[in-house]
Nanobody
Framework: QVQLVESGGGLVQPGGSLTLSCAPSGRIFGPYAMAWYRQAAGGQRERVVQITNGGTITYADSVKGRFTASRDSAKSTLTLQMNDLKPEDTAIYYC???????????WGQGTLVTVSS
């Protein structure tokens, strides 16, 4: 079973920046999208950004202009550059590969981002 391995979470002050990365531990078959979700304490999991295999990027309104997502040329590693972080960005961030005709849905283990002074 392929796993999604996340890295880059941590503690940052408001206005600071962090970069999250996600890479599969093995091969994922077929074209696939990748996404970042987040879940704050006591809240529901929400999608932050999705990148399709073709490169179309969709951001949540709450992060537009502050977060930038990208995939490497092999389309296997997903990176999320987060700038101008706010306390409300505090959450566990999860990497996701949506279900497709070629692959089951995959989730990473989550990485904690804390924005606090």
């Amino acid at each position: 079973q392929v796993q999604l391995v996340e890295s880059g979470g941590g503690l940052v002050q408001p206005g600071g920046s962090l970069t999250l990365s996600c890479a599969p531990s093995g091969r994922i078959f077929g074209p696939y999208a990748m996404a970042w979700y987040r879940q704050a304490a006591g809240g529901q999991r929400e999608r932050v950004v999705q990148i399709t295999n073709g490169g179309t990027i969709t951001y949540a309104d709450s992060v537009k202009g502050r977060f930038t997502a990208s995939r490497d040329s092999a389309k296997s590693t997903l990176t999320l550059q987060m700038n101008d972080l706010k306390p409300e960005d505090t959450a566990i961030y999860y990497c996701n590969v949506p279900r497709s005709p070629y692959s089951s849905e995959l989730w990473g283990q989550g990485t904690l981002v804390t924005v606090s002074s």
